[in-house]
């Protein structure tokens, strides 16, 4: 069961937003708070348990999430854009349509996670687990997935254009339709049967076990992750 809100947290949250953005929520238990639709721009909630917690249609841009627990959260429709998720663990966490451009999910736990149709351009997911995710028509252009898991995931329709998939695992994930034009899979493991990865365009592939990428991103582009994998602490 779903721990209900204790008085003294609910109270935080009807703070004022420039109060609630100051307070101290590191390591606090707000397992299944209901916060849809609030704003929380900019909030440190590093190593908070969110634990099925409700944020759909939250404001979390540029928000500090680092090692929190959102296992089984509603983030559906949030914007996480600019936000620090480094550690942070979103297993079965809901984030259909959820706006992640730009966010920092080095090392995050994104096993099993609902993520159809989210926008994740620019986002830096070095070493993450997406292993068995929905990635349905997500958007990766110019991600960074550099030793990433995302075995078993169903990237069907996902647009991989420019994606640094530098030693992911890819094996028995679902590719279909999947654009990779550009994309960087040196080192990485993929099933030597997908027909999506053999027959992608403007792709070189050598030295993964069947393909690689020697396309790079934009000068532009490489600053932008640079700097999300710097400024997330």
């Given at each position: 069961?779903?721990?209900?809100?204790?008085?003294?947290?609910?109270?935080?949250?009807?703070?004022?937003?420039?109060?609630?953005?100051?307070?101290?929520?590191v390591g606090a238990d707000f397992s299944g708070v209901n916060l849809s639709d609030h704003n929380l721009f900019n909030i440190n909630l590093n190593g908070a348990n969110f634990r099925g917690a409700n944020f759909s249609g939250a404001n979390l841009s540029s928000a500090k999430l680092g090692g929190?627990?959102?296992?089984?959260?509603?983030?559906?429709?949030?914007?996480?854009s600019g936000a620090c998720l480094s550690r942070a663990n979103l297993s079965r966490a809901t984030l259909n349509e959820a706006d992640l451009s730009l966010a920092n999910l080095s090392s995050a736990n994104l096993s099993q996670?609902?993520?159809?149709?989210?926008?994740?351009?620019?986002?830096?997911?070095?070493?993450?687990?997406?292993?068995?995710?929905?990635?349905?028509?997500?958007?990766?252009?110019?991600?960074?997935?550099?030793?990433?898991?995302?075995?078993?995931?169903?990237l069907s329709g996902a647009n991989l254009s420019l994606a640094n998939l530098t030693g992911a695992n890819l094996t028995g994930a679902n590719l279909t339709g999947v654009e990779l034009s550009?994309?960087?899979?040196?080192?990485?493991?993929?099933?030597?049967?997908?027909?999506e990865i053999s027959s992608a365009k403007n792709t070189e592939f050598m030295d993964a076990d069947i393909s690689n990428t020697n396309s790079s991103l934009p000068w532009e582009a490489q600053n932008i992750l640079s700097s999300i994998s710097k400024n997330c602490e």
């Open positions: 069961m779903i721990a209900e809100e204790s008085p003294q947290n609910a109270q935080n949250w009807n703070q004022p937003v420039d109060e609630v953005q100051t307070s101290d929520f929190t627990d959102l296992r089984e959260a509603n983030l559906s429709n949030v914007t996480l996670a609902n993520l159809n149709r989210a926008n994740l351009s620019c986002a830096y997911l070095g070493k993450a687990n997406l292993s068995k995710a929905d990635l349905r028509d997500v958007d990766f252009s110019g991600v960074n997935l550099i030793d990433a898991d995302l075995s078993g995931a169903d550009g994309a960087n899979l040196s080192g990485a493991s993929v099933d030597s049967s997908n027909s």
